[in-house]
């Protein structure tokens, strides 16, 4: 029996990038970890140091990580050649929460977030510069898509989605880093360390990829 041609286009993108549906499984086991401490009313539950006196320190963390896994969540999906090839409208829906219900919001809390950190300057500073890069990042990757200019909306995404994706490891890579050293050095090794990895790999791979702008 024949296959459709609707069929033969579809079955390429479900075999394209294999390494989105282990990278969303590791994302939803992280919200799973990460998230619980921030939907109930306790402070003192917070994995993040909170600054004394600043009794509106962990609610605005806490909507932070809510919105933050909202996009890490919904970019996996983005990313995932299969969900364009199934549907397109999905596509631009999930894309939407994406951008006002993840990013948009996660990023404006975290330049209030990131100045409180009680981790250190050199933290609080990496911090700050991912947020700004990462709304810097995921506007023009909206507007370009709303004008249908599709290869610059995907280079854009690419730094959006590298951008999420460091928050995630940022976490990780802590975890050993405090093992070895005191926690606002860990921190600050974690926080530099996977926010030039994860940027560095985007720009490889748009320049690998032939996604990188040409005349």
Known sequence: MTTTVRERATRKPLLRR????????????FVLVSLPPYLQPDPAQSRTPLRPGVD??????AVHVIFGSIALLTVCCQIWPALRAWSLPMHRWVGRIYVFGGVL??????LVVGALSE???????????????WLGVT?????????????????????????????????????????????????A???????????????????RSGHTRRR
């Open 189 to 207: 090794i974690a926080t530099w360390t996977s926010f030039a990895l994860c940027v560095s790999a985007a720009e490889w791979w748009l320049r």
């Open 18 to 29: 294999p390494w989105t549906v282990p990278l969303l499984a590791v994302s939803v086991l």
């Open 105 to 110: 919001p996660a990023g404006l809390t975290a």
């Open 139 to 187: 506007a023009p990757a909206y507007l370009a898509a709303r004008r249908r200019r599709f290869r610059e909306h995907r280079r854009w995404m690419i730094r959006s989605f590298a951008l999420t994706i460091s928050i995630m490891m940022d976490r990780v890579l802590t975890v050993p880093l405090v093992m070895v050293t005191e926690p606002r050095t860990a921190a």
């Open 119 to 133: 981790r250190g300057p050199l933290t609080m500073i990496g911090n700050l510069t991912g947020a700004v890069l």
């Open 56 to 61: 509106w320190h962990f609610p605005l963390l």
